[in-house]
């Protein structure tokens, strides 16, 4: 007779678990990229801002570039002002673990002022994934979107393939700022916000795992 003990040591089944802790929020910096006067941004920063906080698991930050006021002249030592700007900035696009652009379409191009936000940083966008949201006339500020992600391509980021675009933005907003027929809209928006999740969640855990290397 096999006279041997049985184990004592819990199997695979009955091994405790660690419970699952939940995700840390996605911090999305938002950037909203038209310093012009008479801007139709803000209309559209406030209507991405309202979707993206029924979005769970996503932490905005409003990145305006004519607040930031960046310099134009890119150089290795700006003055004590344009330091302390600069800064300001780069603290929170190095914070942010996703981005989204709100871009208009300027002669078949994005703003100046975005390009130059863009240009004064490198390692902040590493490894994160970028979406755009764009306005204009009759092409939604899509040719915009589109330049932006060979720049964005050049900085190492991951681009999302789904966009959010107003065509004829003007005549699509009340004098309220509210859309007057947001269920395709507000559907893109989700969509979108989906695929920065994520990318998002996915490139943190990997740039937690192991630092990305540019």
Same mark, same amino acid.
């Given at each position: 007779?096999?006279?041997?003990?049985?184990?004592?040591? *819990?199997?695979? !089944?009955?091994?405790?678990?660690? %419970? &699952?802790?939940?995700? =840390?929020?996605?911090?999305?910096? $938002?950037?909203? /990229?038209?310093?012009?006067?008479?801007?139709?941004?803000?209309?559209?920063?406030?209507?991405?801002?309202?979707?993206?906080?029924?979005?769970?698991?996503?932490?905005?930050?409003?990145?305006?570039?004519?607040?930031?006021?960046?310099?134009?002249?890119?150089?290795?030592?700006?003055?004590?002002?344009?330091?302390?700007?600069?800064?300001?900035?780069?603290?929170?696009?190095?914070?942010?673990?996703?981005?989204?652009?709100?871009?208009?379409?300027?002669?078949?191009?994005?703003?100046? *002022?975005?390009? !130059?936000?863009?240009?004064?940083? %490198? &390692?902040?966008?590493? =490894?994160?994934?970028?979406?755009? $949201?764009?306005? /204009?006339?009759?092409?939604?500020?899509?040719?915009?979107?589109?330049?932006?992600?060979?720049?964005?391509?050049?900085?190492?980021?991951?681009?999302?393939?789904?966009?959010?675009?107003?065509?004829?933005?003007?005549?699509?907003?009340?004098?309220?700022?509210?859309?007057?027929?947001?269920?395709?809209?507000?559907?893109?928006?989700?969509?979108?916000?989906?695929?920065?999740?994520?990318?998002?969640?996915?490139?943190?855990?990997?740039?937690?795992?192991?630092?990305?290397?540019?």
């Amino acid at each position: 007779m096999d006279t041997t003990a049985a184990s004592t040591q *819990p199997t695979a !089944s009955t091994q405790p678990t660690a %419970s &699952a802790q939940p995700a =840390a929020p996605l911090k999305v910096a $938002v950037i909203l /990229g038209s310093n012009r006067d008479g801007r139709f941004g803000p209309v559209i920063a406030d209507w991405f801002l309202a979707r993206a906080a029924r979005h769970p698991g996503i932490e905005t930050d409003l990145i305006d570039v004519a607040e930031a006021d960046l310099p134009t002249r890119i150089t290795f030592s700006p003055g004590p002002e344009e330091a302390a700007r600069l800064a300001a900035v780069s603290e929170r696009l190095a914070a942010a673990d996703a981005f989204v652009v709100l871009t208009p379409e300027y002669n078949h191009s994005f703003p100046a *002022p975005l390009k !130059s936000l863009i240009d004064w940083h %490198s &390692a902040e966008w590493q =490894a994160k994934p970028v979406a755009f $949201v764009s306005y /204009g006339g009759i092409s939604g500020g899509l040719r915009a979107v589109e330049q932006l992600r060979q720049v964005f391509a050049e900085l190492h980021t991951v681009t999302v393939r789904d966009t959010v675009s107003f065509h004829n933005a003007g005549a699509l907003f009340d004098d309220e700022g509210r859309h007057r027929d947001p269920g395709p809209a507000d559907a893109a928006a989700k969509v979108m916000l989906d695929q920065v999740v994520w990318w998002g969640t996915a490139l943190r855990d990997a740039r937690n795992a192991r630092p990305y290397g540019a």
